[in-house]
């Protein structure tokens, strides 16, 4: 089983930053793609941003040039540095991550439990 825990969400005036992180853990034998989605009230959850595990970070049209997503490999960690944040950031952002477990085998996808990121105005 793999876990993830997520953590850097809160409450921040418009223009401010956030920086969400999420460890994975447990039966990991490698890690392909990273990224972190988000999902308002009455909305459907959409991506923010994804990195492979080599290649360049791809991001929605709506967080570039505001939003960093790296990883540290090491760590199996990705972290989500969130710049200059508006109203309409406001949301859950959760984590996924594509992970083998036995090699050889396609990897599955995980989701983490979800943070709450509120921008006020």
């Known amino acids: 089983q793999v876990q993830l825990v997520e953590s850097g969400g809160g409450l921040v005036e418009a223009g401010g930053s956030l920086r969400l992180s999420c460890a994975a853990s447990?039966?990991?034998?490698?890690?392909?793609?990273m990224g972190w989605y988000r999902q308002a009230p009455g909305k459907q959850r959409e991506l923010v941003a994804i990195?492979?595990?080599?290649?360049?970070?791809d991001y929605a049209e709506f967080v570039k040039g505001r939003f960093t997503i790296s990883r540290d490999n090491a760590k199996n960690t990705v972290l989500l540095q969130m710049n200059s944040l508006k109203p309409d950031d406001t949301a859950v952002y959760y984590c996924?991550?594509?992970?083998?477990?036995?090699?050889?085998?396609?990897?599955?996808?995980?989701w983490g439990q979800g943070t709450q990121v509120t921008v006020s105005s």
């Open positions: 447990g039966s990991i034998f490698s890690i392909n793609a």
């Open positions: 996924r991550v594509w992970v083998v477990t036995t090699p050889l085998r396609l990897p599955g996808n995980y």
């Open positions: 990195i492979p595990s080599s290649s360049s970070p």
